[in-house]
């Protein structure tokens, strides 16, 4: 199962987080010399294992002495898996995540040029390495980025007499209606907790919507958001979407579109070599932008990925950690990574070592100069993006929607 970037892209993107404790405190895994380190991995499909397995084993036999002992853990047990560790004390050494910023506001963290070469700093992408500061450090090392577009799969379209993808969100409930009407589930709309954030995002942008203002407060309970939500909740009043949006997780509906029952979704990068070739390499789609409501804007959401390293006392574990990361980091080991998942390059070496298909590609980087990420170097993120995935999906299958983003903008006001 691919995720998020972004959750950047995510992706366009994602990150590796590296973690320990705070000072005056200690944290589970490592030994006492900190020549082993205990990496927590996130699970972005069935081949992530075993490419870590491989990489790890590399590392250990040009470093003798220095283990990593890993943990692959699923995107959907990754959040409360953290959480617990975090507030037990037992994190690891080495985290790939999605957030960073909470872990430094409260001290976790190491800062990212205590943990990577300076060779490795310069070789990441501006527009990743922004992302991954907070107060104007920074502290992610960015790992992975993904971008999103419009995913239509064109024999459905043909049955049902859709001549072209949709633009505005007008025309894609008229290709909606007649998708149904020749049999076919029209629209994807997953709403369920892995991902909700992701996905209302891709559409409230593309309405003038988002989180918060230029400013940086919280605005989730505003018009233009309560008007996306309406649209939504009208799609899936009509019937115009899978059953159920509200539990369905982005891997659901991007299956069901590799299978060819689904006639059009907000995709990722990493729809083609994470679902669609396993299933159906001769699947007859296309990619276009994504729908706006107005249907002359078409913004992308980024998503990012991040490698943060939680600090352990005396930094005993900052040898190892730095030893590790300058060897992912260096082109063939970072490329051979970003190949095998199918994700965009957030490194300038790695982006230049790839030899993928440029033709499908080329849109999703394109969109990604002008893409718009979930504010990741807010610390409160974290806690709204929980809350989201909670609840959004319950606007459109019997919630009312301001009622909904009223209460998740009081526990972004209550939370920061």
């Known amino acids: 199962m691919k995720r998020h970037l972004i959750g950047i892209a995510a992706g366009v993107a994602l990150g590796l987080v590296l973690s320990g404790c705070g000072k005056g405190g200690s944290s589970g895994g490592g030994d006492s010399d900190g020549k082993t380190i205990r990496f927590v991995a996130a699970k972005y499909d069935d081949d992530t ?20 002992e890993l943990e692959v853990v699923d995107w959907e047990q990754l959040d409360s898996k953290v959480k617990t ?10 985290l790939n995540y999605n957030k960073f910023s ?3 506001r409260d001290n976790l963290i190491y800062q990212a040029k205590d943990i990577v070469s300076p060779k490795v700093l310069d070789d990441f992408l501006p527009l990743f390495a922004d992302q991954a500061r907070y107060e104007g450090v920074q502290y992610g090392l960015p790992f992975i980025s993904s971008a999103r577009l419009f995913f239509y799969n064109k024999d459905i379209f043909d049955k049902a007499k859709v001549s072209e993808p949709p633009s505005s969100w007008a025309e894609v409930e008229a290709a909606a209606r007649k998708i149904k009407k020749a ?18 995002y891709i559409w409230a942008m593309n309405n003038g919507g988002g989180w918060t203002d230029k400013s940086g407060e919280w605005t989730v309970d505003q018009q233009a958001n309560v008007e996306t939500l309406g649209y939504l909740r009208k799609l899936t009043k ?8 509200e539990a369905t997780n982005r891997k659901d509906v991007f299956n069901q579109f590799a299978q060819g029952k689904i006639g059009m979704l907000n995709g990722a990068v990493f729809m083609r070599k994470g679902f669609i070739d396993t299933v159906d ?18 913004n992308t959401l980024g998503v990012q990925d991040y490698l943060v390293a939680f600090k352990k006392d005396k930094d005993k574990n900052r040898e190892t950690v730095n030893k590790f990361l300058d060897f992912f980091y260096q082109k063939e080991n970072a490329s051979r990574f970003l190949s095998t998942e199918g994700f965009l390059s957030v490194t300038k070496s790695a982006g230049d070592a790839l030899s993928s298909d440029s033709a499908y590609y080329k849109p999703f980087v394109d969109a990604l100069s002008g893409a718009r990420f979930a504010p990741t170097d807010n610390p409160n993120w974290a806690t709204v993006e929980g809350a989201v995935k909670q609840r959004i ?5 019997g919630a009312e929607p301001k009622k909904v983003l009223d209460e998740i903008q009081e526990t972004a006001e209550k939370n920061g």
């Open 238 to 245: 009509a019937g115009l979407t899978q059953p159920n949006p």
């Open 183 to 200: 049999g076919d589930i029209p629209l994807g709309l997953p709403l369920g907790a892995e991902e909700a954030q992701a996905e209302f």
């Open 393 to 397: 999906g319950t606007a459109v299958s």
């Open 102 to 104: 909470d872990f430094a």
């Open 281 to 298: 390499k001769n699947l007859n789609y296309g990619v276009a932008p994504l729908p706006s409501k107005d249907g002359t804007t078409h």
């Open 49 to 68: 294992q075993p490419y870590w397995d491989k990489l790890i084993k590399a590392f250990e036999a040009e470093n003798p002495g220095y283990r990593v």
């Open 85 to 94: 560790y975090v507030q037990t004390g037992q994190q690891p050494d080495v």
